[in-house]
């Protein structure tokens, strides 16, 4: 049942508009992703700006697009993601809705997302990102926290369970690897939830790392007493970054950095029973987010922009 993932890249967003999309275009990547992994999730293309572009107008091209491949290739499909306070389309943030209508546009949009997939969606990213590093919930960006309270997130659980009864439902964040403020927020969220009946069923970590900072040694531990509450776990954003060399080429020691980070990462899920699932965020540097988002790092996947692998490669390879 253990699962190894890669995002999807397309949808636009970092990638340049005129850039062809990768999952159409590029037939090397479709070859290696359909390949070497057995889980993938859309990086952009299952987002409210994209799949939701006008109130009145969905758009699953790309969606579907990803979906059929994962069934054809005997994939499963982590969907990503519901409730977020990013990359939400204009219509609802500039919009001027009660609080009525809002809580019917995000009902509706579960509704009609989710249940298109219903039982082709092994998780579902219900929730991403809803706490900041202090561990307080997002009341001021978050609009639907700030305009609908903190129980809107468990109806969004509540909701996403009617329209898909099978599929495991998660909380996804960055930077709660560890223990720490933050996942320490979820735990008691989470426990809270689950004395109340709400259909929680996970708990991932995105683990956008880099080597500027240690690997986060207390990973498993973080992971396992999650899984002690019940919830499955899992790893579903890896990838590794570091600061880009001036040769443009990382040493072998970076390289190797690396490596051992991917490597303790996919350790420390496979040491957690009910960490099922270990998604990388793209395995080549030729599409990756991190050059645009993080100034001066790169190289942050396991294959280099000519489909090369790295060391980080064979680290998980070795590993599995
Ligand atoms: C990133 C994508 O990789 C980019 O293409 C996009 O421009 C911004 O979002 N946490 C998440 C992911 O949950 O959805 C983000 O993906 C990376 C951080």
Redo the contacts with the bound molecule.
């Keep these: 049942g253990f699962v190894v993932g890669t995002?999807v890249a397309g949808?636009g967003?970092?990638?340049s508009q005129d850039y062809p999309d990768p999952f159409t275009h590029d037939k090397e990547y479709r070859k290696i992703l359909a390949r070497q992994f057995s889980s993938v999730s859309a990086?952009?293309q299952m987002?409210w700006d994209y799949i939701h572009p006008e109130k009145d107008r969905y758009d699953f091209g790309q969606a579907d697009a990803i979906v059929e491949f994962a069934e054809r290739n005997g994939q499963v499909v982590r969907g990503?993601?519901l409730l977020w306070h990013?990359?939400n389309p204009e219509w609802v943030e500039k919009g001027d809705f009660s609080k009525d209508e809002l809580r019917a546009i995000l009902h509706d949009h579960i509704k009609t997302v989710v249940g298109r997939y219903a039982g082709r969606i092994q998780q579902w990213?219900v929730a991403?990102?809803i706490f900041d590093e202090q561990g307080n919930l997002r009341t001021t960006d978050n609009i639907w926290i700030r305009e609908l309270g903190p129980g809107i997130v468990a109806d969004a659980f509540r909701w996403t369970h009617e329209a898909d009864p099978d599929a495991l439902l998660f909380f996804?964040d960055?930077n709660v690897e560890s223990i720490n403020a933050k996942s320490n927020a979820y735990y008691a969220l989470t426990q809270d939830l689950l004395e109340q009946g709400v259909p929680v069923h996970g708990f991932s970590v995105?683990a956008?790392l880099s080597t500027r900072y240690g690997f986060p040694g207390d990973l498993e531990d973080n992971l396992r007493r999650f899984d002690a509450l019940g919830l499955e776990t899992a790893v579903t954003?890896l990838d590794v970054r570091m600061d880009l060399p001036e040769s443009g080429v990382p040493t072998p020691e970076m390289e190797q950095k690396q490596a051992d980070y991917y490597q303790r990462a996919l350790q420390a899920c496979l040491a957690v029973d009910g960490c099922n699932s270990f998604t990388i965020?793209g395995f080549t540097d030729k599409y990756s987010?991190v050059p645009v988002?993080f100034e001066g790092e790169g190289f942050a996947n396991v294959m280099t922009d000519d489909f090369v692998r790295k060391p980080a490669f064979y680290a998980l390879r070795d590993t599995l």
């Design positions: 995002a949808g967003h970092h990638l990086e952009n987002k990503h993601t990013s990359q990213d991403n990102e996804n960055y995105q956008h954003e965020w987010w988002t």
